[in-house]
């Protein structure tokens, strides 16, 4: 579905500050995976969200999407295929429009010919929609999204992330920002749209227990490399201990536990 091979992405090249963030990457990732990735700050997780997405080109390598290469497509060719939330919940919604206009103006991808505009069985439709997430936002459906909470933002911006129906999904920190109730409620909710639609899903995370009990495949990147790729059994059966000595082993650094490992 999605393939990088020998990605390289250079920062300052030239210059004192010069940074190689990602070094000869290679990763495919299948249809109907669910990938969660770990590793510390500076791994590379986000700078490799940004190459897949098309927010920056590599300095060199290649990216194909169902065998077509995109290396050279903006992010805004990409946006079709791929749905991205970030950590801060207000960058996922227009916080100055409400509720139902957001939803109409994402939804309008959805509703291929029909022109952007508030019908009954579009109303209809989105409270429905906002019902699952069950934050009685189907009755504050006029209120500007600037009003509402983190989590509900974050909830209202995965719901119409899913309801776009993107390719690929990637899920940048995307419950760190909120306090523990709120992100166990939008983790709740991922886990429900992903079985539902079936996504094709990558989350970054910096809890290593989480990585570990979602999705079927674990990435654990370091120093612009993917230096674990485990699915499976192998995941099936790790723990967070076995996890911090495998990339002891690896990496031969001395860790003694996962804040340390991902700080």
């Keep these: 579905m999605i393939k990088l091979e020998k990605i390289n992405m250079v920062f300052g090249e030239g210059t004192p500050n010069r940074n190689h963030v990602l070094r ?83 939804g309008s991808k959805g509703f291929k010919g029909l022109k952007i505009s508030l019908n009954r069985k579009k109303r209809e439709y989105f409270r429905d929609q906002l019902t699952r997430l069950d934050m009685d936002l189907e009755n504050r459906m006029k209120d500007n999204v600037g009003m509402l909470s983190g989590g509900q933002r974050q909830a209202l911006t995965l719901l ?28 709740d909710l991922t886990s429900r749209f992903i079985d539902e639609y079936n996504f094709t899903v990558m989350m970054i995370t910096h809890n290593m227990q989480q990585a570990i009990d979602f999705g079927n495949r674990l990435l654990m990147m370091d120093e612009g490399r993917v230096i674990v790729d485990i699915s499976g059994e192998e995941k099936k059966n790790m723990t967070v201990e076995a996890l911090i000595k495998k990339f002891h082993e690896i990496r031969k650094k001395d860790f003694t536990s996962d804040e340390a490992l991902l700080s």
Excluded: C, W
């Design 160 to 187: 119409m992330m899913s309801l776009s129906r993107p390719e690929l999904v990637l899920l940048d920190e995307h419950t760190a920002a909120l306090d523990p109730r709120n992100a166990s409620k939008v983790l």
């Design 24 to 106: 000869d990457l290679d990763l495919k990732i299948n249809k109907g995976d669910f990938i969660t990735i770990i590793g510390s700050n500076g791994a590379g997780k986000t700078t490799l969200y940004n190459v897949i997405s098309g927010n920056l080109r590599p300095t060199s390598g290649q990216v194909e999407i169902n065998n077509k290469p995109v290396t050279r497509d903006p992010e805004y060719k990409r946006a079709k295929y791929i749905g991205r939330i970030f950590q801060d919940p207000l960058l996922g919604t227009a916080g100055n429009m409400s509720i139902v206009d957001n939803m109409l103006v994402n």
